[in-house]
C-alpha cells in the first residue's frame, strides 16, 4: 500500500512543494520493534518483541521474506530487541541470547546464551554493536554491566552499566555506549581500547536518563559533528563536536510527537529522524517538521526504530508492519497560497486562527490522534474549544502544522 502526502513550505511569496511517500509493506505485517540495513541496501533484517514470539526475517532488495529461524534451527528468541549489521553479518541481541549471523550463509550462525557460553545475562539485552577496528562486540543491559566478545569469549565488562543505546562511526572507528543513568561513553581516538566519560568532558553537563543514541552528519575532517540522544522522559539532547549541548523539549521548541521512541541520523541532507508513537519528525538546521502516520497507514504506527538507506529512504520498524518512507521535490505551487497563524499559542483552549481561505483545520494531540475538526474562514477565526491539557499540531488541508499548548 503506498500513500503520497504533500507538505508545503513556505519562503516569501514561494511556496515550495515536497511530496512524502509513504509504503506499507504488506508481507511485513507484525509489529516490529527494531530493524537494521547493510551497507549495500542488499539486505534489512526486523526483528519482533516477545508478544509476536521474537521473530527474527530478512527481507532481500528484492522483496523477498526470510524467516531466519526456519533456515537455521539453532537460531531462536523469545524476543529481539536490538540489531546492528556490518558488512553482511548481523548482531542480534534479545531476551537472555545474543546472535551472529552471516546472512549470505543462515545454516553458519551462532547463538550464544548464558548455558552454552560465558554470556554472563540472563535477561533482556537492550543494546548491541560491533566495533570492527576491535573486532569486539559489546551487548548491553539496562540494569548490569556490558559483556564484551572477544577472541571467540565472552566477558563481562563492570565498567560500562545500565546500557541501554550504542552506536558506532564506521568513518572514524568511534564507538559510544549510553546509558539510562545518563553516563556518555566515547572509545579514545588513539586508543580504541579505551572509553571515556563525555559527561566529564562537558562543563555543566545534566544528569539524563537515555534510550536512544545517533551520530550525526560527519563533515570532512571532523571527527563527530554531533551526536543526538533520545532523553527516555522528555525529547532529545544534541551534542555538537565542540561539546555545546542542547536538551530540546516540546515545552521549548516546535518539537511535537508524544513519546519519542528512537532516532537515526545519516540522511544525505543533514537531517535528524525521530519517531514517535503515530508520527514522525525532521528535524534539520534547526526546524521541525511532524509527520501524521496515523490517518496514512489506519492502523497502529508506533515508530520503535529506524535506519535509513543509501538513497535516503527511511525505513521504519512499526507496529503495523514494515513503513518506507522518503522526501522528494515537487512542482512550485500557486504562490496566493498562504500560511496560517494561531495565537495565544500557549492557552486555555480559547484561540484565534487568522486563514487566507475557507477550510477545515484538523487537531492533533501528542499520540498522533485527531480529536477535532473545525471550519476556518478567510480572516479571524475564534474558537473555544473543550481540549485537555496538553500540546496539539493544529494542521490545515496544505499540510502546514502549527502547535499550541493548552493549560488551564
Not at 126 to 150: E, Q, W
Not at 269 to 284: A, E, I, M, R
Request: proline content about 1%; charged content about 20%.
Amino acid at each position: 500500500m503506498k500513500k503520497n502526502i504533500l507538505t508545503l513550505l513556505f519562503a516569501s511569496t514561494i511556496s515550495i512543494c515536497i511530496s512524502q511517500n509513504i509504503i506499507l509493506h504488506e508481507d511485513f505485517s507484525d509489529c516490529y520493534n527494531t530493524i537494521a540495513i547493510d551497507k549495500d541496501n542488499d539486505v534489512l533484517a526486523l526483528g519482533t518483541g516477545l508478544s509476536s514470539g521474537g521473530k527474527l526475517l530478512l527481507r532481500t532488495a528484492d522483496g523477498t521474506k526470510i524467516d531466519i529461524e526456519e533456515m537455521n534451527t539453532n537460531i531462536g528468541f523469545q524476543s529481539v530487541s536490538a540489531m546492528y549489521m556490518s558488512d553482511s553479518d548481523l548482531y542480534v541481541a534479545g531476551f537472555g541470547a545474543v546472535a551472529i549471523i552471516d546472512t549470505e550463509e543462515i545454516s553458519s550462525a551462532q547463538m550464544f546464551t548464558n548455558n552454552n557460553s560465558e554470556l554472563n545475562y540472563s535477561n533482556e539485552f537492550s543494546s548491541i554493536v560491533y566495533d570492527y577496528n576491535l573486532d569486539k562486540i559489546f551487548a548491553g543491559n539496562p540494569t548490569v554491566g556490558t559483556d564484551v566478545y572477544a577472541d571467540g569469549a565472552w566477558s563481562r565488562d563492570d565498567n560500562y552499566k545500565k546500557i541501554t543505546a550504542s552506536t558506532f562511526s564506521e568513518d572514524y572507528s568511534i564507538n559510544i555506549l549510553v546509558s539510562s543513568n545518563g553516563e556518555i561513553y566515547v572509545s579514545e581516538l588513539d586508543d580504541k581500547e579505551e572509553f571515556f566519560l563525555l559527561n566529564d568532558a562537558i562543563e555543566g553537563y545534566p544528569t539524563l536518563s537515555y534510550s536512544d543514541a545517533s551520530f550525526g552528519y560527519v563533515e570532512e575532517n571532523e571527527v563527530l559533528s554531533s551526536l543526538y540522544l533520545i532523553v527516555s522522559e522528555d525529547g532529545f539532547m544534541v551534542i555538537d563536536g565542540d561539546g555545546n549541548f542542547n536538551h530540546l523539549t516540546p515545552e521549548n521548541s516546535d518539537l511535537f510527537g508524544g513519546d519519542t521512541n528512537c532516532i537515526q541520523a545519516g540522511n544525505s541532507d543533514g537531517s535528524v529522524w525521530l519517531g514517535h508513537n503515530g508520527g514522525l519528525t525532521k528535524y534539520q538546521d534547526g526546524i521541525f517538521t511532524f509527520y501524521n502516520l496515523l490517518d496514512e497507514l489506519g492502523g497502529p504506527t508506533d515508530i520503535l526504530d529506524i535506519v535509513i538507506d543509501n538513497n535516503d529512504h527511511l525505513w521504519l520498524a512499526t507496529c503495523g508492519g514494515l513503513v518506507e518512507f522518503w522526501e522528494e521535490p515537487n512542482a512550485i505551487v500557486d504562490e496566493d497560497l498562504q500560511d496560517f497563524s494561531i495565537y495565544p499559542t500557549i492557552n486555555n483552549g480559547s484561540f484565534t486562527i487568522i486563514g487566507d481561505r475557507s477550510e477545515v483545520v484538523n487537531i492533533y494531540n501528542l499520540d498522533g490522534q485527531k480529536v477535532n475538526s473545525i471550519n476556518i474562514k478567510t480572516g479571524e477565526n475564534n474558537f473555544n474549544l473543550d481540549l485537555d491539557n496538553g500540546i496539539y499540531l493544529v494542521t490545515n488541508q496544505l499540510g502546514i502544522s502549527k502547535k499550541i499548548v493548552v493549560v488551564d
